[in-house]
């Protein structure tokens, strides 16, 4: 019984074979072929895409932002595969070039790019570049490009859209509103971490330094500053004691603080729309703020001694 069901066995395996199609086998191979060749490809994408990052990430322990030329833009810029997003600033910054504003822009470029260097949050998904039109002519030309500085985001996927380029004649290049502008396209956020600015500080001690040996000199001959009926003639010889009178000097007087005021108000605003470097800004601001401070307390304290009884002060009683 099985001597017999084994021959069965073989003549319906050979009635199988006959079966198939005389071209199948040259289509199963090619098939086989296809499908190595893919893994194959996908594999060298794989190595690529490694090789390039490794590349990025080790340009990034030496520089923040890494110089391109043509060749490295389109290399690790324009040439898939990517999957990291790239902040490329095109500017000038060759002196023959005389861009003021590239250098300044190109600052806050810095901060914000070793802001994201040194933060805990960073990785291999975003990367900071730079290419200098001396450098790489031949990309401005690709993109159509004849203006700098002007700031691109290439996103891992697909092309720039026109939101990828920053409005920098509205926004302006603060690092502030450079990472505000990467965090809503890319979703990567960075804090921004100035380096300390002691400028003001020294302005200061400066100052009081001054003051202080201009004192010591005087020392022997201080007098004056105790002298209350000096003082009192000062600040009331042309100030009438009185709401129902003014001097004429007291006029001159009021005009000049309203105008110290309004010194101040139009330094403050300065500080705050100007594009100009961040540190004068500060020291902008810090001006304005006590040309207004000083000179409102001054004229509130002339207001509340013409009108005795009135209630508020500030500084300056």
């Not at 079966?19 to 794989?46: H, M, N, R």
């Not at 030329?69 to 070039?97: E, H, W």
Request: charged share 20%; hydrophobic share 45%; net charge positive.
């Amino acid at each position: 019984m099985g001597a017999r069901a084994a021959p069965s066995r073989r003549r319906q395996a050979g009635r199988r074979l006959r079966y198939l199609p005389t071209g199948s086998f040259p289509f199963l191979l090619l098939l086989l072929l296809l499908c190595i060749q893919l893994g194959g490809g996908q594999k060298k994408k794989e190595n690529l895409l490694a090789e390039k990052v490794e590349q990025l990430m080790e340009w990034s322990s030496r520089r923040s932002i890494f110089r391109m030329n043509g060749d490295k833009f389109r290399k690790f810029v324009k040439a898939p595969p990517r999957n990291y997003s790239m902040i490329v600033m095109f500017t000038a910054l060759q002196p023959q070039r005389q861009c003021s504003v590239c250098r300044q822009a190109n600052e806050e470029y810095q901060i914000l790019a070793n802001s994201w260097r040194y933060s805990s949050a960073f990785c291999n998904k975003l990367f900071f570049g730079m290419v200098d039109y001396d450098e790489g002519t031949d990309v401005f030309q690709q993109l159509n490009m004849n203006s700098a500085p002007t700031f691109m985001h290439f996103p891992s996927k697909g092309r720039p859209k026109r939101a990828d380029t920053f409005d920098l004649q509205r926004i302006g290049f603060a690092a502030e509103q450079l990472a505000k502008w990467i965090a809503d396209r890319t979703d990567v956020h960075i804090r921004v971490f100035r380096p300390p600015n002691y400028s003001g500080t020294i302005a200061l001690a400066l100052l009081v330094s001054l003051v202080g040996g201009l004192l010591y000199l005087r020392r022997n001959n201080l007098e004056f500053i105790y002298n209350k009926t000096g003082w009192a003639m000062v600040s009331l010889s042309y100030i009438h004691g009185s709401s129902q009178a003014q001097f004429v000097a007291e006029s001159h007087i009021i005009l000049v603080l309203n105008a110290a005021i309004t010194m101040g108000m139009v330094l403050l605003n300065e500080a705050a729309t100007s594009k100009g470097d961040v540190g004068k800004r500060r020291i902008i601001c810090l001006v304005g703020l006590g040309l207004v401070v000083f000179f409102f307390s001054f004229l509130l304290s002339i207001f509340r001694s013409k009108y005795h009884g009135y209630p508020y002060s500030f500084l300056i009683k």
